[in-house]
């Protein structure tokens, strides 16, 4: 069962145009992480951020956590051609363990 | 450093046969997990290791399922009597430990049953 859900979609911009994904999930979390998916390829861990926190940085990456609303965004500023690919955010409920993912964001960027 | 390693990449089996796919993870990372990724879906969790033991198995779907990790560091995933809803990448990952620490995929194994 997916915890997470990945909104919008779908997503297509022009480079240099910045990229806002949500995630919503459903229980508690010790910290929610984003992925980032190249087409046919594993994923590649973006960003990590605890139930403690509410914002975090990271180049181009901007990852916000507001645990009231049970909810996260991903913002890529400055987007470029490069960063087409699936985005999908994971919880980790608790255990400590095991990551429960959302169905992802594709997004295209557009030269 | 050397990364998680997943083989074989892709793997062809005809419905009724065993198939083994193999993980080696990121040298003294102490947790491994498999993930299911069905088309267009994200990763679902199968199972979780830490070291050689395996404390999380609730996501095999069924007990044509197993997951080993004998020496705590490579993992083999088999699963017996392939059927077609068994088609899709098998993903491996690993990390330092399993509190709250980022997970490192592999490239992940497509499996194809015909």
């Known amino acids: 069962s997916q915890q997470g859900e990945e909104d919008p979609q779908a997503l297509s911009i022009q480079e240099g145009e910045n990229a806002t994904m949500n995630c919503s999930y459903k229980?508690?979390?010790?910290?929610l992480q984003w992925y980032r998916q190249n087409s046919g390829r594993g994923l590649v861990h973006l960003i990590l951020?605890?139930?403690?926190?509410r914002e975090k940085h990271s180049g181009r990456l901007r990852v916000t956590l507001d645990t009231s609303k049970k909810s996260s965004s991903l913002l890529i500023t400055a987007s470029r051609a490069a960063d087409t690919a699936s985005y999908f955010c994971?919880?980790?409920?608790?255990?400590?363990?095991?990551?429960?993912f959302g169905e992802g964001t594709q997004l295209t960027v557009n030269p | 450093g050397a990364g998680v390693s997943q083989s074989p990449r892709y793997k062809v089996a005809k419905r009724g046969q065993d198939v083994a796919l193999r993980c080696d993870p990121i040298?003294?990372?102490?947790?491994l997990f498999w993930y299911q990724q069905a088309l267009g879906q994200g990763p679902e969790f199968l199972t979780y290791?830490?070291?050689?033991?395996?404390?999380?198995k609730s996501g095999l779907p069924s007990d044509r399922f197993f997951a080993e990790r004998p020496e705590g560091s490579v993992s083999t995933l088999k699963i017996q009597r392939t059927q077609q809803e068994d088609s899709a990448v098998y993903l491996c990952?690993?990390?330092?430990?399993?509190?709250?620490?980022?997970?490192?995929f592999g490239p992940g194994t497509r499996l194809t049953v015909t």
């Open positions: 951020i605890r139930s403690n926190e």
């Open positions: 990952a690993s990390s330092q430990t399993g509190f709250s620490y980022e997970q490192y």
């Open positions: 994971a919880t980790d409920v608790g255990s400590g363990s095991r990551l429960t």
């Open positions: 290791f830490q070291n050689e033991a395996q404390l999380d």
């Open positions: 229980t508690s979390i010790n910290n």
């Open positions: 040298s003294g990372h102490v947790s």
